[in-house]
Each structure stands twice: as C-alpha cells, then as structure tokens.
C-alpha cells in the first residue's frame, strides 16, 4: 500500500523560513508526479504545485509561485515543501499527495496526513 | 488558468435521496477531471478520475459524468458517511491544475 508520511505540525513567526516533508514509500518514487495542496478552512483546497522526482520537473500555482519552492530527494523518497519568509497567509493544513499514474495530466489518489502550519506573532 | 465554477456551494439532503453536484470549467479540459470527498480532520479522498471513472474501493453509488466543460457528480441513495464536502479538480496537461471552491452536503 502507498504511503505518505509528512512531518509534524510547525508553529513560526512571520519572516522565519520553513521546510516540511513528505516520506514516500511502497511505490517506485521516481515515476510519479508529487505535489501538495493547502486546505484553508473556509477557503477550500487550493493546489500548491508538483514536481517529477525523476528530474525535478515542476509547476506552481501562480497564487504560490515566487512564495514557495518544492523539491525532491531521491535518496530518502521524500519531497519537500518550503518557504523562505513566511506570512500570517501561509498557515493552512498542507497535504502532500500523488499522481494515480506516471503521467502529468492525473488525479491524486494516495495522500499524506496533512501538516498544519500556523504563522502567528 | 483553467478555472473551474463548482455548485451549488452548499446543498441539503437526506439518507436515501439522490445529489448532484456540477463543475463547469473556464475551457475545454476533455476529460481530466477528478472528484474528492472531504472530512473534517482527513485527508481527501479521491472518488472519480477521468471524468467518469470510479476508483478502486469507491462505492457503486457515486458515479461521474461529462466532458469538455461541464461535468457533474452524483450520489445515489445517500448514506450517513457521504456528509461531506466534495471538490472537483481539473488536471489538464497544458494546463495549472485546479480545485473547485467545494460542494458542502449536509443532513
């Protein structure tokens, strides 16, 4: 069975940086895309951005694009979201989760538990 | 970007009735459209991939339909587990991919 393991809840201060991430396992981690999707309470999911582990091939939301950057490490099969400045309207519950297939256009179809993110002064 | 108009935002129903929920998208995405199921505290689970198929372990009461720029996604015979919030994404290959705003179905 596909597993997504993410790291745990994260507390910061607007301005601080910030990396997560998402241990893949039980599937080949480089043939399928993997990305990550916010859940704002009240807001809905929004879709972040993904990556192809196999060479780092990426796309951003453009709401994301400049804030965020998603990367890979093939050797531990874990992807990583980060941040270099964070803001208030970062906080959210980000999930990772995978492509169904080994191809760009598909659905997520196995997902992280989620790792809430809570930027506050 | 593709932007995709999900509604209605919120609908109430009862066990045993029949939903529909629609998702109409700002361009031609064909077919590559998945639905999610969303609850408090989980992560989504995915429902319907390619507009119309019914991923593995899914009950046989939800069901997709469309293509191009409408789609619609309906629960016959709705059970207590089926409260939830439900999203369409649209994941074209030229495109950014993108949720809908969430359909809220309550009792």
């Known amino acids: 069975e596909v597993q997504l393991v993410q790291s745990g809840a994260q507390v910061k201060k607007p301005g601080e940086s910030l990396k997560i991430s998402c241990k893949a396992s039980e599937y080949s981690f480089t043939s399928h895309w993997i990305g990550w999707v916010r859940h704002v309470p009240g807001k809905g999911l929004e879709w972040v951005g993904i990556i192809f582990p196999r060479d780092s091939d990426n796309r951003y939301s453009r709401s994301f694009d400049g804030r965020v950057t998603i990367s890979v490490d093939k050797s531990v099969n874990t992807a990583y979201l980060q941040w270099g400045s964070l803001r208030a309207s970062d906080s959210g519950l980000y999930y990772c989760a995978r492509h169904r297939a080994p191809r760009l256009e598909e659905a997520f179809d196995s997902w992280g538990q989620g790792t809430l993110i809570t930027v506050s002064s | 970007d593709i932007q995709m108009t999900q509604f209605p935002s919120t609908l109430s129903a009862s066990v045993g009735d029949r939903i529909t929920i629609t998702c109409r998208a700002s361009?031609?995405?064909?077919?590559?459209l998945a639905w999610y199921q969303h609850k408090p505290g989980k992560a989504p689970k995915l429902l319907i991939y390619?507009?119309?198929n019914l991923e593995s372990g899914v009950p046989s009461r939800f069901s997709g339909s469309g293509s191009g720029t409408e789609f619609t996604l309906t629960i016959s015979g709705l059970q207590p587990d089926d409260f939830a919030t439900y999203y369409c994404?649209?994941?074209?290959?030229?495109?950014?991919?993108?949720f809908g705003q969430g359909s809220k179905l309550e009792i």
């Open positions: 994404q649209q994941y074209e290959s030229y495109s950014l991919h993108t």
């Open positions: 390619k507009a119309s």
């Open positions: 361009q031609n995405i064909d077919k590559s």
